[in-house]
């Protein structure tokens, strides 16, 4: 018995290895015209299960890059894709990203929006269908369209969301993370709700929740802070008493401000977090004693070379 338990256990180790021995980094440079892959789409065609696709920003411009999202609503089971910026650049999404019949992928530094028009992430499947096993991290979500990630219908379990930044307004009258159908044992931590919410002129207020899980399981927002949205996790905001199904929860913060380096999606330090004006459980309060959010402050030298491009900027207008 002993002997068959250890073949087992090395046979599912190797296959691990050798599983791990195929999977591929593919490299997206838009900025290149002789590049290999030009579009995150393209890396996407050629990927497999298991693999890497790393996407790169101009250095030319700030690391700055714009690119479609991929076609995920094909049911064509590339399970355990990981998408995830290079470095530090500053990768955009101009199109929303749609993921149906998938489990597994992660997607790691990418900003959605803004935008009046799509939304950040929506998982599309059919009732009948379960999927789920995402990690979303260190993304931005940036005055979107409509929701910044949305589940339609079919069940999605265990999914991660963390380091994350959600910052409106919004520009549609809808839930920030609309997960009101078929969500559970999600995981929400780590990250930043600030100011969504939608201006309905009509009624002349604010409208919009930042999270509604209703019809899920329970979930409770971890390490995270609220501020300025007109729901943010349970409905306490208004004084509501009903379940929402999502919570605050620890060490959530309600009252805490967020400041910014830049709001210009197009500089480099935007939604860096400024250390002089943000309080200690933004810029070390998250699960792992580190900042919330997608992004930390920037580095001296970082701030340094901004300012010496800022007197330059005056001199020149003088």
Not at 86 to 101: E, F, H, K, M, V
Not at 106 to 133: H, M
Request: include cysteine; charged fraction near 15%.
């Amino acid at each position: 018995m002993c002997r068959k338990l250890l073949f087992l256990i090395s046979f599912v180790a190797v296959l691990g290895l050798v599983g791990s021995a195929f999977a591929a980094e593919l490299h997206v440079y838009g900025y290149n015209p002789t590049a290999k892959y030009k579009t995150i789409q393209a890396a996407y065609d050629a990927a497999i299960t298991g693999d890497t696709i790393t996407i790169h920003g101009d250095p030319a411009n700030y690391g700055l890059y714009k690119y479609s999202a991929p076609a995920g609503n094909v049911d064509d089971s590339k399970n355990d894709i990981t998408f995830r910026r290079y470095g530090s650049d500053n990768i955009r999404l101009t199109s929303q990203l749609t993921i149906a019949w998938k489990t597994g992928w992660t997607l790691d530094g990418l900003t959605f929006g803004p935008s009046t028009t799509y939304s950040g992430i929506n998982f599309a499947s059919r009732t009948s269908v379960t999927q789920g096993w995402f990690t979303i991290k260190n993304c931005i979500f940036f005055q979107v369209g409509t929701q910044a990630i949305y589940n339609y219908r079919g069940y999605n379990r265990n999914t991660t969301i963390e380091n994350c930044t959600f910052l409106g307004p919004m520009n549609a009258n809808q839930s920030t993370l609309a997960l009101a159908s078929y969500c559970y044992n999600w995981t929400i931590k780590d990250s930043i709700f600030q100011s969504c919410k939608y201006w309905r002129a009509s009624t002349t207020s604010w409208t919009g929740e930042a999270i509604d899980m209703q019809g899920s399981s329970d979930t409770y927002a971890d390490y995270c802070t609220f501020y300025s949205n007109v729901v943010g996790a349970d409905g306490s905001d208004l004084g509501r008493s009903y379940a929402n199904m999502s919570f605050y929860g620890v060490n959530a913060t309600t009252n805490k401000l967020v400041t910014f380096a830049s709001l210009d999606p197009n500089c480099p330090t935007f939604l860096y977090l400024t250390p002089w004006t943000n309080d200690a459980s933004i810029l070390t309060g998250d699960s792992d004693g580190s900042y919330r959010g997608a992004r930390p402050t920037p580095e001296p030298a970082t701030i340094a070379l901004l300012g010496l491009g800022g007197l330059a900027l005056l001199r020149k207008r003088r």
